[in-house]
């Protein structure tokens, strides 16, 4: 069975995944490869409806329930989306997978990191991306190229930085305990030398 490539893009709100996945995409377009560029959440007609309400809805979602609509927006988009590409051989560029789901729920909201992580690899069959980059940027500077123009932060914004960080040495720990997959770039260097990099990179595996 002919065989795609998957590449996820990881890391905190602000590193710059979708400028990276873009370059990404057009240096492989030209390349000649057929790529499926998509995300999580909301890389299907279901995801967009799970994406509002885990982004949008107003009030609190329990922890396990954040985490199990993440889980089923991605056992529906891995099984109709990714892969079929895969076994059409096409290059599958996805921002954010299962290392989101271990940062973000398992770090920043404090549930058992292993229990997210089998909760995903249960809902996507066990599909691991042969390649995950992770752009990774210190939470404060993050914080700065989101929003330029503030100078203080209320009580709410300072405790979502200290989550923000916790998310980020989550990313690490997990790009440490997989070395093989993960390409950990510097996301405060200028894009097109993070873009070569991953350049680089990508073509070890072409
Ligand atoms: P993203 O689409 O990257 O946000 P934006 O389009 O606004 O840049 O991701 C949406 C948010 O969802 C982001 O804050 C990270 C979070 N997230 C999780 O908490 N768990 C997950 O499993 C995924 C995929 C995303």
Do not use: N
């Not at 795609?4 to 893009?9: A, K, Q, R, S, Y």
């Not at 100078?151 to 914004?157: A, C, F, I, P, V």
């Amino acid at each position: 069975m002919s065989r795609g490539v998957f590449i996820t893009l990881e890391g905190g709100d602000g590193s710059g995944k979708t400028t990276q996945a873009e370059r990404l995409h057009e240096w492989l377009a030209g390349e000649g490869r057929t790529i499926v560029r998509t995300r999580e959440p909301g890389g299907t007609d279901v995801g967009i409806e799970v994406r509002e309400i885990v982004l949008h809805h107003r009030g609190d979602i329990a922890p396990r329930a954040e985490a199990l609509l993440y889980a089923a927006d991605r056992a529906h988009h891995i099984a109709t989306v990714v892969r079929p590409a895969l076994e059409r051989g096409d290059v599958v560029i996805q921002d954010r997978y299962i290392d989101s789901s271990v940062a973000y729920q398992g770090a920043g909201r404090v549930l058992d990191p292993d229990a997210v992580r089998g909760l995903s690899e249960w809902a996507t069959e066990g599909l691991l991306p042969d390649l995950t980059i992770l752009l990774d940027l210190d939470a404060a500077a993050a914080r700065g190229r989101l929003d330029e123009s503030r100078t203080r932060y209320d009580r709410l914004e300072a405790e979502a930085s200290e989550f923000h960080h916790r998310v980020r040495l989550a990313y690490l720990a997990l790009a440490a305990a997989e070395p093989d997959r993960f390409l950990v770039v510097d996301a405060a260097r200028p894009v097109h030398e993070i873009a070569a990099a991953i350049r680089s990179r990508v073509a070890l595996l072409l």
